[in-house]
Every structure is written in structure tokens, then in C-alpha cells.
T-cell receptor, first 113, second 111 residues
């Protein structure tokens, strides 16, 4: 069955370290998104991509980067992890033409100490 | 910038009660309004409402969209403890398939 997976599911890292969170989908969706979810803020968009070599900034993109070298993967990199980036991160994907229906991965809980 | 506001932020009911969750939105170019359910894991899709489909129903859950007043409601009848979750509302505005989420309503159904 087609699915969207994230790894690792849990990660503890130290301030200042570079961290990469993986997202892989087998639906062959062109659109992929990264969100963070924090208490009191809901889901906030970090970066998104509409296809290979395309990346765009969301509302909370500072300190994060993404790259899209194939359809299946959109890794999220924290350049220099900060305690404010402790959060749950969700990856999602969608197919154009469905007016926005996105399907979410299981999430990665990241703790920056 | 799109804005989505959900109310109430939290709600506690007893099994069998009927609940109504509210979602108001301000968008520059409305495309669709979506509802998701989140139970301590990834959000799962419930409904999508568009200009051509302003009412949806699935079992005990139903949702309507009022495009004139810019709001949507999610109704759950005969609630069960398994309905306990955060319910998220999101709008898909503009031409780029992005979703803007509200902060969610935490529903707790007690036995």
C-alpha cells in the first residue's frame, strides 16, 4: 500500500548541531509539505515543494531548509538546532487537483537540549 | 494572509451528547475548507467542503459550509469515547494548494 513515512520517529539533539529529518512517500505525489506542531500554535507550515527541484518557504522557515531531488523524498534540515525548534514535525503530501487534501506522515518528535 | 479561527478550543462532554465545533475563516481566494481528526498521532482527513459541495456526512459526523458568512461547523451526534481527539479545520486558499490550519478543538468524551 502507498504510504508516507518519517524517520526518525524520536530524536534528541544538542543545541548547535545540524539535524536532518527524513520524509518518504510512495504515492508519487508532486506536492510535499513540512509542518511543526506546538501547543497553542497548531500546525504551522515550514517549507513546501511542488515538484523536483522546487522548494518554497512557509510561515516559519527561519533556521530550516529543504531540498527535493526526487518525487518521493523531502528531507528537512535544521542548520543549527535551537531549543525553540523542539517540536513535533509532520510531513504531508498531496496531489494537485484535489483542492488541498493532504495526507500526513506519523510525525517526528524532536527535542533540542 | 489567510486566517482560520476555531472555537471552542476545548470541550468536555459525556457519551451520547451531540457536539458542534466551529471554524471561521478569512481567505483571499477560497478553494476549499477541510476538517481533520488528530488522535495523538498524525491528522487524518475527514471532510472537504467546496463551493460545489457545502454539506458532507459520514455516519455520525457531518459538516456544512457557509460561504457567505465564512464559517463551517462539524457536528458529531451520539458521541463515543473514541471521538476524543483534536479536530482541526484548514482552508485551502489561493492557487498553490497550501493549507492554513486553525489551532484545533480538543474534544474529550467521557463515559
Amino acid at each position: 500500500d502507498a504510504e508516507i513515512t518519517q524517520s526518525p520517529r524520536h530524536k534528541i539533539t544538542e543545541t548547535g548541531r545540524q539535524v536532518t529529518l527524513a520524509c518518504h512517500q510512495t504515492w508519487n505525489h508532486n506536492n510535499m509539505f513540512w509542518y511543526r506542531q506546538d501547543l497553542g500554535h497548531g500546525l504551522r507550515l515550514i517549507h513546501y515543494s511542488y515538484g523536483v527541484q522546487d522548494t518554497n518557504k512557509g510561515e516559519v522557515s527561519d533556521g530550516y531548509s529543504v531540498s527535493r531531488s526526487n518525487t518521493e523524498d523531502l528531507p528537512l534540515t535544521l542548520e543549527s538546532a535551537a531549543s525553540s525548534q523542539t517540536s513535533v514535525y509532520f510531513c504531508a503530501s498531496s496531489e494537485p487537483g484535489l483542492a488541498g487534501v493532504q495526507y500526513f506522515g506519523p510525525g517526528t518528535r524532536l527535542t533540542v537540549t | 494572509e489567510d486566517k482560520v479561527v476555531q472555537s471552542p478550543l476545548s470541550l468536555v462532554v459525556h457519551e451520547g451528547d451531540t457536539v458542534t465545533l466551529n471554524c471561521s475563516y478569512e481567505v483571499t481566494n477560497f478553494r476549499s475548507l477541510l476538517w481533520y481528526k488528530q488522535e495523538k498521532k498524525a491528522p487524518t482527513f475527514l471532510f472537504m467542503l467546496t463551493s460545489s459541495g457545502i454539506e458532507k456526512k459520514s455516519g455520525r459526523l457531518s459538516s456544512i459550509l457557509d460561504k457567505k458568512e465564512l464559517f463551517s461547523i462539524l457536528n458529531i451526534t451520539a458521541t463515543q469515547t473514541g471521538d476524543s481527539a483534536v479536530y482541526l479545520c484548514a482552508d485551502s486558499g489561493g492557487s498553490n494548494y497550501k493549507l492554513t490550519f486553525g489551532k484545533g478543538t480538543l474534544l474529550t468524551v467521557n463515559p
